[in-house]
């Protein structure tokens, strides 16, 4: 088997918190794959704290040619009607279809 | 094959529908998209808008007595004890359900392999899968059986089939169709979808569809989208609209057909006046891992409630644990497993800051960005796949291959944003293509009038 991101032991572990048993060979094939993945999850977990501030400031986007600016926003109004029902400050609770 | 609209519909004696149904239904067998048929039983009175209008269901949207079983051992005799609210509203504007449609199990997958029930052939090449996880869905409307289907997207599980057969997919603003009666993989995620011939069907549906659900308190009624009547596309204007590109997708390898289509479709919007500019979409490159982490640990959460013990499979034990483990290790195909032990994995405590914590704060932080981005653009122009379909069986046994096909449609699930595919052409080898639309947050009918604009001067 190649050299895999996660041990055939752990995922034993991680089978006993998900409630789910597997034959052995489906154990090695589960272990590759998910070694695979993890490879892959990785990035994320490997982007630093830098990257991730420096992303918030929004990339301008080569827009130099746009005349208009457009923000996409709600009315109060379609917010109110959004809104769910409330009685004396409290949400109503629908009842449930069948229950009289 | 002859495709289906609602106009069609509308416009022929029901008997006549009813025929085309049955024969579509029939001669399509051999492709297992439907997992059970209905009956077409059309109305003698007129109820609404989709008057005696043939739609499918994926699998996993349920219909009040009968079966939704998620393409799983788990929920393969699960009696639907109510109708989803889409599907409530859908019935009374007098839509005919024609049958249930196959999906991957639990609508994890991107081919319709990972059915329990096998796979399903894409129509327009039986060599190849029709795309996943509402692979059946677009096949139904492939071969003409209904004029729409109802499927589900949770990263792509919409449009990247309704690419692969040459239809019209369409995943709204999180919120706009309620998620009751779906059956839960990412609750964050999910959101039902449309798979049609053309974006005026769409369009229709979806003011059907779309309302308040008091029982699913992230729905919200769209008045645009609700009020909506005929579209009339002259007073529909390209020029104005500004639409953001892609010069090149470095890192993500996309194939030369579709890169030749997207520049073609590219030229003639711009043609027609819409203003198109560079743009570089921030964290694409890595909305699958992202997507990965957010949505396995959601399912591993969401999929515990299979436990023998309220809902579908038992299978039987000593004890309680050893009944459940039982339950779950025969209900569940290899797919779901691997995604629930992921989920389970990057939760675990000693793990969960490091991917799970991560995962929310990145998608928090894309949110912001894409919120800047539509603010001073009004859509964004992607492919929907990085290539056309591909052969039955080629990456099934590749699940980071499999995973890579939502690396361009996960990211309007992760930021709940709308988006509609269309068709664009084939590749060298025949196979189709889609090319994908997405607008910010509530911009659905926006979007779609865009859509079908667009849509329109192509053909």
């Known amino acids: 088997m190649k050299n895999s991101k996660i041990t055939k032991k752990e995922i034993r572990r991680i089978l006993d918190l998900a409630k789910i048993t597997v034959q052995p060979e489906e154990l090695t094939k589960l272990t590759e794959d998910l070694g695979d993945i993890i490879v892959e999850i990785d990035k994320i977990k490997n982007l630093s704290e830098d990257f991730l501030v420096g992303n918030v400031i929004f990339q301008q986007v080569n827009n130099q040619f746009s005349l208009t600016s457009k923000k996409m926003t709600y009315s109060l109004e379609r917010i109110k009607e959004n809104f769910p029902v409330t009685e004396g400050g409290d949400p109503v609770i629908p009842p449930i279809k069948g229950d009289k | 094959m002859k495709k289906l609209t609602i106009a069609d519909t509308l416009n022929s004696p029901a008997e006549q529908i009813k025929n085309k149904v049955k024969s579509a239904i029939n001669n399509s067998k051999g492709l297992n998209i439907f997992l059970e048929t209905y009956g077409v039983k059309p109305s003698k009175t007129k109820k609404g808008c989709l008057n005696n209008v043939p739609f499918s269901l994926k699998d996993n949207i349920l219909l009040e007595g009968k079966i939704s079983s998620c393409g799983s051992r788990m929920l393969e005799d699960f009696v639907s004890p109510y109708s989803a609210f889409v599907v409530e509203k859908l019935l009374a504007a007098g839509a005919l359900p024609v049958g249930r449609t196959n999906m991957d199990e639990f609508a994890m997958g991107s081919s319709t392999e990972n059915s329990a029930f096998g796979p399903t052939k894409n129509p327009l090449n039986s060599e190849y899968v029709p795309g996943g996880s509402s692979g059946g869905a677009a096949a139904s409307v492939a071969v003409g059986s209904c004029a729409f289907a109802l499927g589900s997207d949770t990263g792509g599980s919409v449009r990247q089939p309704a690419a692969f057969c040459d239809l019209y997919g369409f995943k709204p603003t999180y919120g706009v ?209 990085p290539t056309p379909p591909f052969r039955l069986g080629e990456k099934i046994n590749d699940p980071v291959s499999m995973y890579f096909s939502d690396v361009f449609t996960a990211i309007a699930n992760i930021l709940g944003t709308p988006a509609i595919t269309m068709p664009c052409g084939e590749s060298s080898d025949g196979l189709p293509i889609g090319i994908q639309l997405m607008g910010g947050i509530g911009s659905d009918l926006d979007l779609l009038k865009f859509a079908g604009k667009v849509a329109g001067e192509l053909k």
Do not use: H, W
Request: charge should be negative; proline fraction near 3%; glycine fraction near 6%.
């Open chain 2, 177 to 385: 169709f309620s998620r009751r009666g779906l059956v839960s993989f990412c609750s964050s995620f999910d959101q039902i979808g449309i798979i049609a011939n053309n974006v005026d069907d769409i369009i229709t549906v979806s003011s059907v569809m779309n309302d308040k659900d008091p029982f699913d308190l992230t729905s919200y009624a769209d008045r645009d989208l609700q009020d909506i009547e005929k579209i009339n596309y002259d007073n529909v204007d390209l020029r104005g609209k500004i639409v953001g590109i892609m010069s090149g997708f470095d890192p993500i390898p996309v194939s030369d057909d579709i890169q030749s289509r997207y520049l073609e479709l590219i030229e003639k919007m711009s043609d027609l006046g819409a203003e198109m500019v560079n743009i570089s979409p921030p964290f694409l490159e890595n909305s699958v891992p992202l997507y990965q982490i957010l949505s396995t640990a959601e399912a591993s959460s969401n999929l515990s409630r299979y436990d023998g013990i309220k809902y579908g499979l038992r299978k039987e034990g000593k004890t309680i644990d050893s009944m459940r483990r039982s339950t779950r290790s025969f209900g569940f195909g290899e797919e779901v497993k691997r995604r629930i032990i992921l989920g389970t994995y990057v939760t675990a405590s000693e793990y969960s800051e490091q991917y799970y914590k991560k995962a929310l704060k990145i998608r928090g932080l894309m949110r912001k960005n894409y919120e800047a981005f539509f603010s001073t653009i009004n859509y964004i122009l992607l492919p929907t796949t």
